[in-house]
């Protein structure tokens, strides 16, 4: 069955007011639309975790909105794939109630918001540091979302790791309420992760993309066994020896993404996370990590 699809706030309330004054927990898959299998994965994870709430589980709300308040100059814009009965499709397999689908009048009456949300000092390093403001707009559309949903749960993808760390900190920080959930990274056979910019790579650039993952892989091995500088001098090892991939930035931090101590302890929880450009599209991905202990060692990579 297709989801309903709401396209004003009024819609939305509508859909939900009833079944919310029964008791039932909402759950929330916030996108951009072009869904892939990625993106049906957050919608089953979010379906298990409303379930879990009680015998009635509850609605599953998936958003298809491109924010133009996360894009800056120069980026992609105009180009963002757009597929809306694609979406539809990818959401009525995955047992979607409601779809809200706004304008951006809708979401920004009157035009762009003087209110925003701050980033904080995470907002400004990794993603932030190439793409100023970004997180500002990712924050502001996010809570703008959860307060027309408002959902009980919110599900979004470990792929964009800063973006998740920064969302479930504010949902702490300002006591919005929600229960913000990462699901795991989905990837090709190869290995790349899936996303929605994967369609403006050619078949050689495609081919080149690997390297991202197959880099994280290799860190992964080396950090198990000989500690942080040994992950990433593996990961730099494979991207270096890559064609068509310039590197961004290779970074290892500690889960919340402040940075490992120059001495960790055996089995210590990390992330690397890398971001690349393959032809003209910017590419991003992250991998957890165990890590061997290694004394006077300093984990990040010296020239990012």
């Known amino acids: 069955m297709r989801p309903a699809v709401a396209r004003t706030r009024a819609e939305l309330a509508d859909l939900l007011s009833a ?5 039932e927990r909402v759950a929330l898959v916030p996108t951009m639309g072009a869904l892939h299998a990625g993106h049906a994965s957050l919608m089953t994870v979010a379906r298990e975790a409303v379930a879990a709430g009680g015998p009635a589980g509850g609605p599953l709300v998936v958003s298809i909105f491109v924010n133009p308040l996360q894009f800056g100059p120069g980026e992609d814009l105009d180009r963002y794939p757009r597929t809306f009965d694609a979406d539809l499709e990818v959401c009525a397999r995955a047992g979607v109630d409601v779809v809200f689908a706004p304008s951006v009048d809708e979401v920004y009456p009157g035009g762009l918001p003087q209110v925003t949300v701050h980033p904080g000092p995470l907002g400004d390093v990794l993603e932030g540091r190439t793409r100023p403001g970004h997180f500002a707009g ?3 559309v996010v809570a703008k979302l959860f307060g027309l949903v408002r959902p009980d749960v919110a599900v979004f993808g470990q792929k964009d790791y800063q973006q998740l760390v920064l969302i479930a900190r504010m949902a702490a920080d300002l006591c919005l309420g929600v229960e913000v959930l990462g699901a795991e990274t989905r990837r090709e056979d190869d290995g790349l992760a899936l996303s929605s910019r ?14 991202l993952s197959r880099a994280l892989r ?14 990433l001098d593996a ?17 290892l931090a500690l889960p919340d993404l402040s940075p490992l101590p120059a001495d960790v302890a055996a089995d210590t929880e990390a992330r690397l996370l890398v971001a690349a450009r393959v032809g003209a599209t910017r590419l991003i991905d992250n ?6 202990a290694v004394d006077g060692a300093h984990p990040r990579d010296p020239d990012h």
């Open 138 to 140: 990712v924050l502001t």
């Open 198 to 211: 994967n369609v403006y790579l050619d078949p050689a650039q495609r081919r080149d993309a690997v390297a």
């Open 218 to 231: 290799a860190a992964g091995e080396a950090g198990a066994a000989r500690g942080g500088p040994a992950a």
């Open 235 to 251: 990961a730099r090892a494979v991207l270096d020896a890559a064609d068509g991939v310039d590197l961004d930035y290779l970074e």
């Open 287 to 292: 991998l957890p990590l165990t890590l061997a």
């Open 19 to 23: 079944r919310r004054a029964a008791g």
